[in-house]
């Protein structure tokens, strides 16, 4: 028969934590594909189809790239996804080359208008925030007269007053 060994407490202790380590890594890539599968966001559409044109360019089939590129651009503007869209924008420039008929500046004008919609839409996050903050501490203090008069104070702090009667709800 086999002489049977006993592990060490060092060696336990590290069989564990390697287990452990697999473990987590096994349950965020379960968690990333079920967030994929239940997106309704559209997020992780536009990333597959962009991991794809990565992979198409670096395979040199850049026609197919980049009818999958005007897909992705098409959808993140359907669905207002700026930072996806951004990154549709940045992998076209670095493709340029192979497409004569794009345009460099066209492209750089669409990236400035994304960059402002995201700056805008983090503007819009952070005041929302705020807002909620004090409607839950005015929920205990029961000073809702003021309130009307802070939510305004605070839209005018984000400079937010005028895009807030301009965006759709």
Not at 27 to 53: P, Y
Not at 90 to 115: F, G, Q, T, V
Not at 133 to 158: A, G, I, M, W, Y
Request: glycine letters at 4%; charged letters at 30%.
């Amino acid at each position: 028969s086999l002489p049977t060994r006993k592990k060490s407490g060092k060696q336990k202790a590290d069989a564990y934590h390697a287990l452990r380590k697999r473990l987590a890594e096994q349950l965020a890539d379960f968690i990333v594909l079920k967030n994929i599968e239940e997106d309704v966001s559209g997020r992780g559409k536009i990333m597959g189809m962009i991991s794809l044109c990565r992979y198409l360019f670096n395979v040199e089939m850049p026609d197919t790239a980049w009818k999958y590129l005007r897909k992705a651009e098409k959808y993140a503007e359907e669905v207002s996804n700026y930072e996806l869209l951004i990154s549709v924008y940045l992998l076209m420039a670095e493709n340029a080359h192979l497409n004569p008929d794009l345009s460099l500046k066209h492209l750089e004008i669409k990236i400035a208008k994304c960059r402002k919609q995201l700056e805008e839409d983090g503007k819009i996050t952070l005041a929302t925030a705020v807002i909620r903050k004090k409607l839950e501490e005015t929920k205990h203090n029961v000073k809702l007269s003021e309130f009307p008069d802070f939510v305004e104070q605070t839209l005018t702090r984000f400079g937010l007053t005028n895009t807030i009667l301009e965006k759709p709800a």
